[in-house]
T-cell receptor
């Protein structure tokens, strides 16, 4: 699976949009971009995923560039509870490599009051 | 629906002792995983299972053994605990049958080896 690069940390003011970037320049055509987050001392939690179109759900929006080499996770109105480590992961949707959910160090997002 | 449940949540072991972490999922998932997370690092895969009766090594398998005798349970064993195994352990599961194929994690088990 393709590797990803994320900034180690970011700050955001409460109520503002948080934009978290991720580079995945070696992504292949059948690999999806997944985002998870891990709030302190808890297990990681799924946020959103996409292939090439932009996606939106109740938690966030995912913007994937046309060449699919990078993406941005957007939390439209960040709250203090969004302070967490955010992981960008690239993997195939199904098949024998399901186990290959490889976590990097992620981005520590701190939402400030 | 409890999801993924890990027991125990906290444990302190002496070097050389053995113990077993239990992971249970009630979602009928085929795939189950054990990860460990050390301070300031991402999760690293220890072992995984693609179905009842099967197990395989992940990224950091040394010092651990696993068993999947029942589909809903995945056990992680430490035969002779070492201080280097002090970590937070996360169990996870998923299925191909779910469209978005997300992985569900337990809340973690904090293990200290002294």
């Amino acid at each position: 699976d393709a590797k990803t690069t994320q900034p180690p940390s970011m700050d955001c003011a409460e109520g503002r949009a948080a934009n978290l970037p991720c580079n995945h320049s070696t992504i292949s055509g059948n690999e999806y971009v997944y985002w998870y987050r891990q709030i302190h001392s808890q297990g990681p939690q799924y946020i959103i995923h996409g292939l090439k179109n932009n996606e939106t759900n109740e938690m966030a929006s995912l913007i994937i560039t046309e060449d699919r080499k990078s993406s941005t996770l957007i939390l439209p109105h960040a709250t203090l509870r969004d302070t967490a480590v955010y992981y960008c992961i690239v993997k195939r949707l199904s098949g024998g490599s399901n186990y290959k959910l490889t976590f990097g160090k992620g981005t520590l997002l701190t939402v400030n009051p | 629906n409890a999801g993924v449940t890990q027991t125990p949540k906290f444990r302190v072991l002496k070097t050389g002792q053995s113990m077993t972490l239990l992971c249970a999922q009630d979602m009928n998932h085929e795939y189950m995983y054990w990860y460990r997370q050390d301070p300031g690092m991402g999760l690293r895969l220890i072992h995984y299972s693609v179905g009842e009766g099967t197990t395989a090594k992940g990224e950091v398998p040394d010092g651990y053994n696993v068993s999947r005798l029942k589909k809903q349970n995945f056990l992680l064993g430490l035969e002779s605990a070492a201080p280097s195994q002090t970590s937070v352990y996360f169990c996870a599961s998923n299925t191909d049958r779910e469209k978005r194929n997300t992985i569900y994690f337990g809340e973690g088990s904090w293990l200290t080896v002294v």
